[in-house]
């Protein structure tokens, strides 16, 4: 007779029975302790999730920074990228000193000073069609923060096809966007934009410009709800796309349902492989112009 | 007092201070059974203070806060 593997949401949900604490850890972790939706079982299961934080960038210095400091025991951060000054308005978990340095090593600095206990692993890579899979597997949640939709819609694909909650988002001047994917039990990312737009559709990374502080306000809120799931409390943005206008301060959540006809997460996908689609900046060619 | 005997976890939290007597008195609680019945013993009187107030706010119930010394405290606890 088979049984049914239990999904990465029931997995972070199994019984914990025994709570052994360091005097360091009770007091390191203490204000999460005494909440009554957290307690020292909760507490325990924060330790005992691991999360892939997919960029180490704008979103992902907040949200990695934030799962380290409630303690979730494994950490991984993929970026392929090194330091630049131009990051260091948003990109807090890199500092100057840090400047040319790999990012996934300097944000491994940062969280395992902030908490020695945790286990962080660097990926010092682009995921791609070929080691998403792989990389997965080794994963509760994901945090996706990274700065292109050939990446997102990626991202996206595979946690639907294995089944890994994800934390969804993106910021772009004054204005944020997020969205929590439970795979088969809400939208996906595909729901809402079925595919990537085409280059030229969105201004260049460079010229389109975002306030810093953007970055903390939503990668924060991904912290929020992927700690959310891992404690199973509270109603996560499962089928709520929410909108963030700083410049108004006003938040819009925009009820979202499970596309009947998605390509990926649908109950007949037409979408069944993994798709590497190429990134491209969208700095526009040159326009020649005659001198006159 | 009638439930000494009835006492299923003994707690000695001499020389700790809030908030960690009641952080360390819930985390007891919490892998026992309901109904069971822990005995914390505190040296200061902010804990005797806090400890059964915090307790009875997480809804469990407090049988007892009697002093055994000129500052040690005993609190009964009751898991909900």
């Known amino acids: 007779m088979s049984t049914q593997q239990p999904s990465k949401l029931e997995r972070l949900q199994a019984p914990i029975t025994v709570?052994?604490?360091?005097?360091?850890?009770?007091?390191?972790?203490?204000?999460?302790?005494?909440?009554p939706e957290v307690g020292g079982i909760g507490q325990k299961r924060i330790n005992r999730a691991a999360v892939l934080v997919v960029g180490a960038g704008g979103l992902g210095s907040p949200v990695a920074l934030y799962l380290a400091a409630a303690g979730v025991g494994k950490i991984g951060i993929v970026d392929n990228d090194i330091v630049d000054t131009s990051n260091l308005q948003r990109q807090i978990l890199h500092t100057t000193a840090a400047v040319g340095r790999k990012k996934v090593e300097s944000a491994r600095d940062t969280l395992l000073a902030l908490n020695p206990n945790l286990e962080i692993v660097p990926l010092d890579l682009r995921l791609n069609a070929s080691n998403i899979i792989d990389i997965l597997s080794d994963y509760d949640v994901v945090a996706e923060g990274s700065d292109n939709f050939p990446t997102k819609f990626l991202v996206n694909d595979a946690c639907v096809m294995t089944g890994t909650p994800l934390s969804m988002a993106g910021i772009f001047r004054f204005s944020g966007q997020i969205l929590t994917v439970i795979p088969r039990q809400g939208p996906c990312y595909r729901c809402l934009i079925p595919q990537p737009p085409?280059?030229?559709?969105?201004?260049?990374?460079?010229?389109?410009g975002v306030l810093g502080a953007m970055a903390g306000a939503v990668g924060v809120m991904q912290a929020t709800e992927i700690l959310k799931l891992i404690l199973g409390k509270g109603q996560v943005l499962n089928g709520r796309f929410l909108l963030?206008?700083?410049?108004?301060?006003?938040?819009?959540?925009?009820?979202?349902?499970?596309?009947?006809?998605?390509?990926?997460?649908?109950?007949?996908?037409?979408?069944?492989?993994?798709?590497?689609?190429?990134?491209?900046?969208?700095?526009?060619?040159?326009?020649?112009?005659?001198?006159? | 007092?009638?439930?000494?005997?009835?006492?299923?976890?003994?707690?000695?939290?001499?020389?700790?201070?809030?908030?960690?007597?009641?952080?360390?008195?819930?985390l007891a609680l919490e892998v026992m059974q309901p109904g069971q019945v822990l005995r914390v013993?505190?040296?200061?009187?902010?804990?005797?203070?806090?400890?059964?107030?915090?307790?009875?706010?997480?809804?469990h119930g407090v049988l007892g806060v009697e002093k055994l010394n000129d500052k040690d405290w005993q609190i009964i606890v009751q898991k909900a």
């Open chain 2, 1 to 26: 007092m009638a439930h000494e005997s009835s006492v299923d976890k003994e707690l000695n939290l001499q020389g700790e201070v809030c908030p960690y007597t009641f952080v360390k008195s819930k």
């Open chain 1, 19 to 35: 709570l052994d604490f360091s005097e360091e850890e009770i007091r390191r972790y203490s204000r999460h302790i005494v909440l």
């Open chain 2, 41 to 59: 013993i505190v040296d200061n009187d902010e804990s005797a203070s806090n400890v059964p107030r915090s307790m009875q706010n997480e809804g």
């Open chain 1, 244 to 292: 963030f206008e700083a410049l108004q301060m006003r938040f819009e959540p925009i009820e979202v349902k499970r596309n009947p006809e998605c390509p990926v997460c649908s109950d007949s996908p037409t979408i069944t492989e993994l798709i590497d689609y190429e990134i491209a900046c969208a700095v526009q060619p040159p326009t020649a112009l005659p001198v006159t």
């Open chain 1, 198 to 208: 085409p280059p030229g559709a969105i201004p260049s990374c460079q010229e389109a």
